[in-house]
């Protein structure tokens, strides 16, 4: 990891981020900009990490044969720190739509209806009444459905806002509720959560890769989130970090399977 790393173009999942941010529709609903610990560092345009501890080298892309989309609310949009884009990143065919409360994204609102997808919601099954909607076995439930896309929606924002985010918007109300049931602990380095058990967004995306069988893209986001936390490791040590094996990983994986 080098401050002479070659910056690569924006994926199109954080060029569609970009787009949110500056749309007027954001401007209607006017938040406080992202002033926290580090809002003033100068960033790469590519990864959005400390310009001296770029990782754009490491960003990999690879397919599964599930889709990922994430409704971002409004707030997550400049967070330079958003997990979510790790997993834009790595399988282009992630979508993202800004969630705002009164005003549903209708392009993903019409994908919902499109037969070729078999959509699951992603959400803990901690509460009774929505029970009924809550898939207890993924493989059984992709029986019969075998020949439709499925499709993982992510509710990306604080647990607070990902609450409100399911509460609060009428098109996933009859969405099936696919929890994500794991003994893994959050390796997410930039906060410290309510528990240990509450995985950022791209953690939730490996386990949801495993879980549909797609090893491979799974290993491929476990090593880019692996070289994003070294990243900002390296970044407040203000040290470079050494080739790590994550990062050695994902080099061999471009060399051997990748058009860069």
């Known amino acids: 990891m080098a401050a002479d790393t070659a910056h690569k173009p924006l994926s199109a999942f954080e060029q569609e981020v970009r787009r949110i941010a500056e749309s007027p529709e954001r401007f209607e609903y006017p938040r406080r900009p992202f002033t926290a610990r580090g809002s003033f560092i100068r960033r790469c345009e590519g990864c959005r990490m400390p310009r001296d501890f770029c990782i754009c080298r490491y960003r990999t892309e690879t397919h599964s044969n599930a889709e990922f989309w994430v409704l971002m609310h409004i707030e997550e949009v400049n967070k330079p720190t958003n997990t979510a884009r790790l997993i834009g990143d790595t399988l282009p065919s992630t979508r993202v739509f800004p969630w705002q409360r009164m005003k549903p994204p209708q392009e993903f609102v019409e994908l919902l209806k499109e037969e070729r997808y078999q959509p699951f919601i992603i959400f803990p099954d901690d509460q009774p009444d929505y029970q009924h909607r809550v898939v207890q076995n993924y493989p059984a439930a992709r029986e019969g459905h075998e020949k439709k896309t499925p499709v993982f929606i992510l509710l990306d924002g604080t647990w607070r806002q990902a609450r409100k985010m399911f509460r609060q ?3 996933l109300q009859d969405l099936p509720v696919l929890p994500v049931r794991s003994s893994r602990k959050t390796r997410y380095q930039l906060r410290k959560p309510a528990s240990e058990s509450h995985l950022c967004t791209a953690e939730v995306g490996i386990e949801l890769l495993e879980m549909a069988g797609d090893q491979e893209a799974a290993q491929v986001l476990e090593n880019y989130f692996a070289v994003f936390n070294q990243g900002y490791a390296a970044a407040r040590r ?22 860069i």
Do not use: F, G, I, T
């Not at 203000?238 to 990748?258: G, H, R």
């Open 169 to 171: 918007s009428e098109y």
């Open 238 to 259: 203000q040290k470079q970090a050494d080739l790590s094996e994550a990062m050695q990983w994902l080099l061999d994986y471009q060399q051997k399977n990748c058009k």
